[in-house]
């Protein structure tokens, strides 16, 4: 433990009240009361930043959002979420399975299937739904673009449609059905191929101070509109110097562990985090991050800006 390491009661509250642990947390299987009805829906949801498209907005379990949400959504094979808009942007990056997301147009849609690590970012205002046909549950990480968005609008949902309707997202007949294909010539494809980010083809960005950033949504990502997130790879015994936003962000941990670390006035407090575990910093606030761990770690940073990263990152 380093010699300036404080154990501030002030300041370790503050840091620990603004932490999301996964194994403290529930799996609320009634985030979507308008699903209740239809088993075929079913879905539960796991709230660490903000609502997420749920009417729990009161959930006190849940941190405040500013500029994006952030939420875990686990769907059991065979169900399906029916097609609906956001007014703001809205992401789905897969954990685990395989995830067919359908945008719809009028009475045709485009599907797209996710693996892990793979993203998508739905525009404004784009019908869409999402539905399991593979073999294990799908987990995935829902991100909002708004601290406050309004409920969905649904556009085709069984309780005023057929449910095998409702089931392909609106889609006239199977024949009205696309696979997506990123070599198409249609405008449809085009646009969905701007958003759809696969994990195999993102290219690190190596910082000087020794770990890789992939950009899943920002400049050489999805389109950022509001918020952005990248992937980061933190190599074994790799740390940065704190850094200070204007904006909120986000740890979340994919894979190992890490480090993070708040300071204050020279008083400084860390917490490591696991697998699924999340941290939100304030926008303002010092903070920094490091791989105390046996293996490499992977997590996500999430910025409540779209405007491309400005921090200049200094090795610990």
């Known amino acids: ?94 954990l685990q399975g395989v995830l067919t997301v359908g945008t719809v147009w009028g009475d045709e849609v485009v599907e797209v299937k996710l693996g892990p690590k793979d993203l998508l970012l739905n525009k404004s205002g784009r019908p869409h739904g999402f539905r399991n046909d593979g073999v294990e549950p799908v987990l995935m990480q829902i991100t909002v673009g708004s601290g406050t968005p309004e409920m969905p609008v649904h556009v085709c949902h069984p309780k005023d449609k057929e449910l095998e309707l409702s089931r392909r997202f609106g889609a006239g007949g199977p024949d009205k059905i696309q696979l997506f294909s990123p070599d198409s010539t249609d405008r449809r494809h085009q646009e969905l191929g701007k958003h759809v980010v696969r994990y195999r083809d993102r290219k690190p960005i190596w910082e000087k101070a020794g770990f890789a950033r992939l950009t899943y949504v920002g400049e050489g990502g999805a389109p950022a509109a509001g918020y952005r997130m990248d992937m980061i790879h933190l190599p074994k015994g790799v740390g940065v110097k704190p850094f200070v936003r204007d904006v909120e962000d986000t740890f979340f941990v994919l894979e190992g562990t890490i480090t993070a670390g708040w300071e204050q006035d020279g008083e400084i407090v860390e917490r490591q985090l696991g697998p699924r575990d999340l941290l939100f910093n304030p926008a303002g606030r010092p903070h920094y991050f490091r791989n105390d761990g046996v293996i490499d770690a992977t997590f996500t940073m999430a910025v409540g800006t779209g405007q491309p990263e400005n921090v200049k990152f200094e090795a610990a």
């Not at 509250?13 to 009634?30: I, N, V, Y």
């Not at 903000?50 to 952030?70: E, N």
């Open 1 to 94: 433990m380093p010699d300036n390491l404080i154990k501030s009661s002030t300041l370790a509250d503050e840091m620990r009240a603004h932490m999301g642990l996964f194994t403290e947390k529930t799996f609320d299987w009634d985030a979507f009361p308008a699903s209740r009805p239809f088993p075929d829906l079913s879905r539960a949801q796991l709230r660490y930043v903000g609502a997420g498209g749920s009417p729990k907005v009161s959930d006190p379990s849940t941190l405040k959002a500013q500029h994006f949400t952030f939420s875990l959504v686990n769907q059991p094979v065979g169900k399906f979420a029916a097609s609906h808009a956001h007014e703001v942007v809205e992401h789905f990056f897969v």
